[in-house]
């Protein structure tokens, strides 16, 4: 790790801190000015194992779908689905 | 599937750096459900075989990202080396004190693969990558529910 690294500026973190701020939904973010930068990654951390939940949540629904259906034959649908997304 | 009929209709993603990793994810992803499906006999539960979509849903986003991302290398180590997945869930709900952000990196950490031989800069930028691609995932697992679903509902007639 070059000493450069160690040095890195609050500003260069502040802008990191606000990027992240707008990757979390609109009912996860707060005022810019207002949010110190604990309770941003706090949020961050909220949504990330909220997002981990719905990957677990969908695979289980696709699990039952697919019990039920043959997804090959629907292949076609999903894909049409899929380039319109 | 041809990835040369996927790069239409995108313009307006303001995510159009993951434009043709999106399109990699989706047939990733699309191949290992129909494996699954062909290979799920009657006698595998329901758990293993959501646990192998889930599986499949993290591969696909390690591999979309490839060797390029600190978080999808190792992701792609873990996928790898045969091991369970698991993410740390915290499970107390019981509220510890407002830390200083560098204690909420902790528990970051935690939850971005590779993020606990992450510095604070590098965590936070690769925080951001790991979060666009779980959203790209998640939508596209979400796409391709809803269209099973109204499949089942109104099969096309050949």
Known sequence: MSSRRSRISDEEIKELISKLQFLLPETRRQGASR???AKLLKETCNYIESLHREV???SDRLTELMATM????????IVRSLLRS | ????????????NPNTDLHGSKNMMASHFL????RIQQTSTSSSSFAGRSRRIRRAAYASMAYSAGARRAWSRALLRKLRSRA???????LSRTARPQRRDMDQAQVL?????GGPSMDYCKLLEETADYIRCLTTQVRLMQTVMDSISSYAH?????
């Open chain 2, 84 to 90: 369970r997945l698991r993410f740390p869930r915290r």
């Open chain 1, 70 to 77: 043959d997804i090959g034959s629907a292949q076609a649908e």
């Open chain 2, 1 to 12: 599937m041809e990835s040369k009929s996927f790069t239409t209709g995108n313009r307006d």
């Open chain 2, 154 to 158: 109104h099969p096309m007639i050949p």
């Open chain 1, 35 to 37: 949010a110190s930068a």
């Open chain 1, 56 to 58: 677990d949540d969908l």
């Open chain 2, 31 to 34: 191949r290992a459900l129909f």
């Open chain 2, 109 to 113: 950490r935690k939850l971005v693969p």
